[in-house]
């Protein structure tokens, strides 16, 4: 945490509301797989005096006088990036996830092109083609997704749809998938029937660079992430591509969908993509696995059905229908005690998206907290216990557990 000596004064209501917010983080279990804790470098670079200065523009072509300094920060956040992903090129302007894949699909398309990405009930983004988003209603979208017994993809069937719809682009990577992403299989498909290949690797960009999990970018035309979730940096993001593409996409983020970056947030990324290049960051996020694979066996061990039975990320899904209640009740109940999850869709859900049939769980803030297996086992058991039986004496008992561990 981060002393803050003016804020009490000035505004003593706001700061009460973030103390508030500093305690719910510090005694729960943060265990919403798209949240991690960032570092105390991360957030005071994100509070620093860049937030005064417009920049539109790009480094050494800006718009406005005064930014040699902007532009070595920006120029070091730009180099870090391609050094820590390997990547020909980086836009590290996207304010966040979501603009950044519109960012993409314009600057590679035209509204109305086909693209084929995820099922968004089998673990797809919001901005892979819900009919709310903006991607949907400006993108023709098919959908691929999970088989329905293995809850797995299976890659010959995305290859017999790519052939059949002819996309323009193929975009893999997801929200709510617990299993490994085949990316190389994904742009090998792309390449055979003429389309873009894009990855959206923001849950998982972390376990990229720890080396858990499979790279997109040597073999994707683009990529995106976010920098929140397992790469534990600001809430934001960034695209990467090849070369060949590098003026479309900087055309398209600035001036095409932005105008004056988040320089302070942009030196944020900075610091995060700089502790990322160290060995403590890449046994951090083995450990995120680690701990993900342990939390899935005990919630198995204790009788608790994962869709596609485990994980190989960060991120688990608990299908509640056989314990007879719904993913919200479940996450409401789990909440109560502390233990903070977001409610999900699972495949082939029988529910509607407010009031779903699943429960996604993840371990990356808990993994930033410090705790390994043994923790991992505790709270396996403490959620199943829960969750099989919520009643308040149940919620008692879970509630002192959860104070005893946050407060170590
Ligand atoms: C979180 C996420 C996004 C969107 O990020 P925002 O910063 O919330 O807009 C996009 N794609 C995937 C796969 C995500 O998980």
Redesign the pocket.
């Known amino acids: 945490m981060i002393p803050r000596h003016h804020l009490p004064i000035v505004d003593p209501e706001l700061d009460a509301l973030i103390v508030q917010e500093e305690k719910r983080q510090h005694d729960g279990l943060l265990m919403i797989a798209?949240e991690n804790l960032a570092s105390d470098a991360v957030l005071e670079a994100a509070g620093t005096v860049l937030t005064n200065k417009y920049a539109e523009g790009y480094p050494g072509k800006r718009y406005y006088t005064g930014a040699q300094y902007i532009d070595q920060i920006e120029q070091l956040a730009i180099d870090r990036a391609k050094k820590l992903f390997g990547a020909e090129h980086a836009n590290v302007q996207p304010n966040?996830?979501?603009?950044a894949?519109l960012a993409c699909y314009f600057a590679l398309l035209e509204p109305g092109d086909t693209i084929l990405a995820m099922n968004l009930s089998h673990g797809g983004?919001l901005?892979h083609g819900h009919p709310v988003s903006l991607s949907g209603k400006l993108f023709h979208f098919v959908h691929y997704g999970v088989e329905q017994d293995t809850e797995m993809i299976n890659m010959d069937n995305v290859a017999a749809l790519a052939r059949e719809v002819k996309p323009k682009l193929i975009l893999s990577?997801?929200?709510s998938y617990p299993r490994a992403v085949p990316f190389s299989r994904f742009a090998e498909i792309a390449r055979e029937v003429g389309a873009y290949a894009m990855a959206?690797m923001?849950?998982i960009a972390g376990l990229v660079v720890g080396g858990v999990h499979e790279s997109p970018v040597p073999t994707h035309d683009v990529v995106m992430t976010?920098t929140?979730?397992t790469l534990r940096g600001p809430?934001s993001?960034i695209i990467l591509c090849k070369e060949q593409f590098a003026k479309q996409i900087d055309k398209m983020v600035f001036p095409g969908m932005q105008g004056g970056p988040l320089e302070h947030i942009i030196a944020a990324k900075a610091v995060c993509f700089k502790e990322a290049m160290t060995d403590e960051y890449k046994k951090y996020q083995q450990q995120i696995a680690i701990n993900a694979k342990v939390l899935a066996e005990t919630l198995m061990a204790e009788g608790l059905r994962l869709v596609s039975g485990g994980t190989d990320t960060h991120l688990m899904i608990i299908d509640c229908t056989p314990l007879g209640i719904s993913g919200k009740q479940g996450a409401d109940t789990l909440a109560e005690c502390g233990i903070y999850a977001n409610f999900n869709m699972i495949p082939f859900d029988t529910r509607k998206p407010a009031d779903p049939s699943g429960i996604r769980l993840g371990t990356p803030a808990l993994t930033a907290r410090g705790m390994k297996e043994p923790e991992m086992k505790v709270i396996g058991k403490l959620i199943a216990d829960l969750l099989k039986n919520p009643t308040d004496e149940q919620k008692e008992k879970t509630k002192g557990t959860v104070r005893e561990m946050t407060s170590k």
């Open positions: 798209s966040a996830g979501s603009g894949n983004h901005t990577g997801f929200t959206d923001s849950h976010t929140t979730k809430r993001a």
